[in-house]
């Protein structure tokens, strides 16, 4: 079926305004729940007790075993 | 499985009210390790195939004869179906294993519903598979970027939408307080490309627009590919696992998310400049022209930001297998993105349009940037999900430098042999087939740069499949993460 006119397409042209205001309420959500504050401790927030910041977690397979012999 | 807990964690910097109920990333990894390894693998599988369509379209385009016998293996079919294994069956495969384990992490919860990912996964990989059979059957459309047969579609349709809701659902019961830029791009591309295809199948393929409303939505979407599927889930990778190896904090958080902003709001503006010159209103491509050129801010400021964060520490990037492809695919987007902002001037693209420097361009952007990236991503991501080395450090180094030098060359000669091709053919006095033939010992560089990937992708799935196979011959890990055995408070 083609679209003739650009009426029929007033559905998607609806559903782009709904994905638009989703859009700007994510920023104004993040701005209001502070996201958009404190960044450098935000920044820490992907380091944990297991992989904590301060050591480098990657090397090559070969490098671990020398440092294992030493 | 969780590690036994040290007598640090009083004093540790990341607690706070919600401590108690986050996840160790251990039983994180646990959790999604099956719908990973499910995707990890399919993703390896489609990027093999996709380098047999590669090589084959390669070579036909200086050698036109060569497996020119069968109707399956023209050269029309064979770089479609070239483009949608690589773009769809390798990249979006390999996104759905690495940019939702990242989520998974940052979420700082086991995962639920695991069913719905590996559901997306196996109608997804389905899809495809039907998708390619039927381009190579000649079934395909004559969109790029959307050459599936429209009977593959909606599987793929619905598969997208599951993992988007799996993305949304993985939010909502989050652990942790904060949302990290990472998260930003991966949710913002959950969200964003479910609606770019959608959009795009029901004006092309399934309620056809017409005359250059549909040319405009074409290259909308598949501009879009780019900028807003791969870019944010690459970006969203770099940023997690720059500092994650390092140790170290992303230099200026603030920048980051100022990025992930800027790119948010200008880069679905980008793509008419894919038809500057055509017969579009002007003030549509010239609309495109000032969003491409304002892509230079998010490019700048991730630029500086990942290039600041590894300063000082060029030795710990070059000893990690991860960030030798993650930093190359960072220095790879910034370049990759101001040489396209610079195509989009009308001066310059009067010269690169139509020629072989937008097809360097486009392998600059999904190979060098975002597909080295992703490697990264999996050297990270498969020793934690299977608790097990990589069993060779000479097919990483193999891999790495095969992939580093054949994408140099590619991009290299494409890019050259393009721009004097485009200067070629807008230079009258040259006759067309001067300008073509012209094109040849580049279009052969091409070939062989073709070849350099295709051992560092064999390297690659070597070392993937001796992994996951070869279990006993490699040795088990310890503990659960991955930590330098050389210091103290490594792995457990």
Not at chain 2, 300 to 306: A, C, E, M, R
């Amino acid at each position: 079926m083609d679209a003739e006119s650009y009426t029929d397409l007033i559905p998607l042209i609806f559903l782009g305004v709904v994905f638009f205001t989703v859009a700007i309420s994510a920023l104004y959500w993040s701005a209001k729940k502070g996201q958009l504050k404190n960044f450098d401790s935000q920044a820490k927030t992907i380091f944990t007790e297991e992989e904590p910041e301060g050591e480098v977690s990657d090397s090559f397979p070969s490098k671990k075993k020398h440092h294992k012999e030493a | 499985m969780s590690a036994p807990q040290s007598n640090t964690q009083n004093q540790s910097p990341y607690s706070s009210a919600n401590e108690a109920v986050r996840a160790e990333l251990s039983v994180i990894d646990a959790s999604i390790r099956s719908a990973a390894l499910f995707f990890v693998i399919s993703a390896i599988t489609w990027l093999m195939i996709g380098t047999v369509f590669a090589l084959l379209t390669a070579f036909k385009s200086h050698d036109p004869d060569f497996a020119g016998a069968y109707e399956f293996l023209t050269f029309g079919r064979v770089r479609s179906a070239h483009l949608n294994a690589m773009a769809l069956g390798w990249g979006n495969n390999i996104i759905f294993a690495v940019g939702l384990w990242i989520m998974a992490r940052l979420c700082r919860a086991p995962i639920n519903h695991k069913g719905i990912l590996l559901i997306a996964g196996v109608f997804w990989n389905i899809g495809l598979t039907v998708g390619i059979v039927g381009i190579l059957m000649g079934d395909l459309t004559s969109v790029e970027w959307l050459e599936i047969p429209h009977y593959a579609t909606p599987l793929l349709a619905i598969s997208y939408a599951l993992i988007g809701v799996w993305g949304v659902m993985a939010f909502r019961f989050r652990k942790g307080d904060h949302v990290y830029v990472s998260q930003w791009y991966i949710l913002a591309a959950l969200f964003w490309f479910p609606w770019l295809y959608v959009v795009a199948q029901i004006m092309i393929i399934w309620f056809p627009a017409r005359g250059v409303v549909q040319s405009v939505t074409n290259w909308w979407f598949a501009h879009n590919v780019l900028g807003l599927w791969l870019t944010p889930m690459a970006l969203a990778t770099a940023y997690y696992l720059i500092p994650k190896v390092l140790g170290r904090p992303i230099y200026s958080y603030y920048l980051s998310v100022l990025g992930f902003w800027a790119l948010a709001i200008f880069y679905n503006w980008a793509g008419v400049h894919h038809l500057i010159g055509g017969p579009v209103p002007v003030w549509l491509i010239s609309a495109g022209i000032v969003a491409s050129i304002m892509m230079v801010i998010p490019v700048i400021v991730v630029g500086i930001n990942h290039h600041m964060s590894v300063v000082g520490l060029h030795k710990e990037v070059w000893r990690s297998p991860t960030l030798r492809f993650i930093v190359f695919g960072a220095i790879s987007y910034t370049l990759v993105s101001i040489i396209g902002s610079t195509m989009a001037l009308r001066t310059v693209n009067e010269v690169t349009h139509f020629t072989h420097f937008t097809v360097g361009h486009a392998h600059h952007g999904v190979y060098a940037f975002f597909t080295m990236i992703m490697f990264g991503g999996v050297y990270y991501m498969m020793p934690r999900l299977l608790k097990r080395e990589w069993p060779s450090a000479t097919l990483i180094k193999l891999h790495f430098w095969a992939c580093a030098l054949g994408i140099t060359i590619m991009v290299v000669a494409l890019q050259v042999g393009g721009w004097i091709q485009g200067l070629e053919m807008n230079n009258a006095e040259i006759p067309f087939i001067d300008t073509v033939q012209n094109t040849i010992p580049w279009l052969k560089a091409r070939s062989v740069s073709g070849l350099f990937l295709t051992v560092g992708h064999i390297a690659f799935a070597i070392n993937f499949f001796w992994m996951l196979f070869a279990a006993g011959a490699v040795r088990a890990k310890q503990g659960p993460t991955l930590l330098d055995d050389s210091k103290e408070g490594g792995a457990a």
